[in-house]
């Protein structure tokens, strides 16, 4: 059965990094999400991603963040300068097309800033 | 208000029983309804979606009252593997972001 990707499943960084989290979404889908989920919390939704361009986001996306799909399978969310708070399991999910609701989620990347 | 609201739990229910909890939504507009299971820090999973008819997928039978805002699940003869949390999940307009609930702990016991 197809799945989502996610890499890295783990990924430690220091204050005021970069980072780049990974995801290749089923290969016939053509939405795209990144959800983010503090420990303990609810899952957030942060970006929605069609026809290459954000369709929506959240408050929580604000200027550090941004995607891109850059080639026809990866799905990417960069991070320009992380904040401890950005501490959370990031999950990426993909919906097959507007007709289907259901979203299917990655294994999602824990990210860790120290 | 919260968006999507359920009972934290957690519910011990004893292997075999049935359990049942509710979820309850804020927005009236919203189209779509969904329940997810997710285990112990692994991604959330589609457990069923949620039709105005109620549905059911063979143990589980979800339903949707609109006029009131909540959606519920029913498990029966509960298993061990059934112990995880579960997502109450709602599409406030079709295409876009879900919003989740914050979940409900289920832990079935021998």
């Known amino acids: 059965e197809p799945e989502v990707t996610q890499t890295p499943s783990h990924q430690v960084t220091q204050m005021g990094q970069e980072v780049i989290l990974r995801c290749v979404p089923i290969s016939n889908h053509l939405y795209f999400y990144w959800y983010r989920q503090i420990l303990g919390q609810k899952v957030e939704f942060l970006v929605s991603?069609?026809?290459?361009?954000?369709?929506?986001k959240s408050e929580i996306f604000d200027d550090q963040f941004s995607v891109e799909r850059p080639d026809g399978s990866n799905f990417t969310l960069k991070i320009r300068s992380t904040k401890l708070e950005d501490s959370a399991m990031y999950f990426c999910?993909?919906?097959?097309?507007?007709?289907?609701?259901?979203?299917?989620f990655g294994p999602g990347t824990r990210l860790l800033v120290l | 208000r919260k968006e999507v609201e359920q009972d934290p739990g957690p519910f011990n229910v004893p292997e075999g029983a049935t359990v049942a909890f509710n979820c309850t939504y804020s927005?009236?507009?919203?189209?779509?309804f969904f329940w997810y299971r997710q285990d112990c820090r692994k991604e959330p999973k589609l457990l069923m979606s949620v039709y105005s008819s109620g549905n059911e997928d063979g143990r589980f039978t979800a339903q949707l009252n609109r006029a009131s805002q909540y959606i519920s699940l029913l498990i029966r003869d509960s298993k061990l593997s059934d112990s995880a949390t579960y997502l109450c999940v709602v599409n406030e307009a079709a295409g876009n972001k879900l919003t989740f609930g914050g979940g409900t702990r289920v832990l079935v016991k021998p």
């Open positions: 927005n009236s507009a919203s189209q779509s």
């Open positions: 999910a993909s919906r097959e097309d507007r007709a289907i609701e259901t979203q299917y």
């Open positions: 991603f069609y026809n290459n361009e954000i369709s929506e």
